[in-house]
């Protein structure tokens, strides 16, 4: 499993190095604007991908969780966003590369920020729920490019640049 944990960490990375090369291009007004997605603009979506990356890290990785408002902003600043996005991509990256089997067959108790409840879930599945909820996301965002006429090119994992060599 680790080697498709590993794959989705490399997916991850490209798409976002994608997707943020794309918003680069936009203004700030732009990305702040609200389209009527779930989280409204462009910028609120990525910054709450995000928000998700840092809180499983975090609950998965550190075993510890700060808390936080899931629909208060992380990062107000692009630059700031962007920056700590490749950071926690490259964090994602190493943390798949320690997993071990061992880890991946453990269950991992935890209190959801979104309803307050403990659940117990195999830790394998957490892991797959980290990159199921950036997907979910993204896809949200191609919508919002749409909307703005950008071009997003494939989002399939075909066409990651690893197969494409």
């Known amino acids: 499993m680790e080697n498709d944990f590993l794959m989705l960490s490399n997916y ?3 798409q976002n190095q994608k997707f ?5 291009e936009l203004d700030d007004v732009t990305r702040k604007k609200d389209m009527g997605a779930f ?12 928000y998700g990356d840092i809180a499983w890290l975090e609950r998965l ?3 510890s969780f700060t808390p936080r408002d899931i629909n208060q902003m992380m990062y107000e600043n692009w630059e700031e966003l962007k920056s700590n996005r490749f950071r926690v991509d490259q964090e994602i990256e190493d943390w798949v590369l320690s997993l071990t089997d061992e880890q991946l067959k453990q269950v991992h108790t935890y209190t959801s ?4 409840k403990e659940r117990s879930v195999p830790y394998w599945a957490l892991v797959h729920h980290i ?12 919508t919002l490019l749409s909307q703005l006429g950008i071009d997003f090119g494939s989002t399939d994992i075909p066409f990651m640049p690893m197969f494409s060599e």
């Open 12 to 14: 991850n990375k490209w």
């Open 20 to 24: 943020y090369a794309l918003c680069d």
């Open 39 to 50: 989280f409204g603009s462009i910028h609120r979506t990525l910054d709450h991908i995000l």
């Open 61 to 63: 990785r550190d075993q």
């Open 113 to 116: 920020n979104v309803d307050n």
């Open 131 to 142: 990159f199921h909820h950036q997907t979910h996301h993204r896809g949200q965002m191609t």
